[in-house]
């Protein structure tokens, strides 16, 4: 282990994001990135695939290519923006909307459960912490 905060801060992310992954696959068949791209569109609907790759810090394209498979799915629905019609507007479907917030309130319980035996950790404390941390550096990046 390092004693380096970016290393742990990364690491924890890494080890969340495995977690996670395994019970989103095991249960509902979708990957953490998948159950991601969802989160993102539940907080932010309706948006286009170039707001949507800013959020999750990715490019277009890659965007552009989970659509296909999320939409076969029946979890998201794409539509031409009336305004730009080269524009494509995302939603999620009904099942989208649940899946994502069925999939977000059980790793939400898993990752507090998982904590529970450590009364040392101010979870909430920790997470306003890693809000205010998150908030700095995006607004670092925005002025460079």
Not at 75 to 99: H, K, M, Q, S, Y
């Given at each position: ?29 979708i ?81 507090a ?23 700095t550096?995006l ?6």
């Amino acid at each position: 282990m390092s004693s380096r905060l970016t290393y742990s801060i990364n690491h924890l992310a890494t080890a969340l994001n495995a977690y996670a992954d395994a019970i989103l696959t095991a249960r509902w068949g979708i990957t953490i990135s998948q159950f991601t791209f969802l989160a993102v569109l539940e907080e932010g609907q309706p948006i286009d695939i170039t707001g949507l790759a800013e959020c999750l810090g990715v490019t277009k394209a890659a965007v552009s290519k989970r659509v296909p498979g999320l939409e076969a799915r029946g979890l998201i629905r794409t539509a031409a923006d009336p305004a730009n019609a080269r524009r494509v507007v995302l939603t999620l479907t009904d099942e989208g909307l649940r899946l994502a917030r069925e999939a977000g309130d059980l790793l939400e319980a898993e990752f507090a459960q998982m904590f529970v035996g450590r009364p040392d950790l101010d979870l909430e404390r920790t997470h306003a912490d890693v809000q205010a941390m998150l908030e700095t550096v995006l607004a670092k990046e925005a002025a460079s």
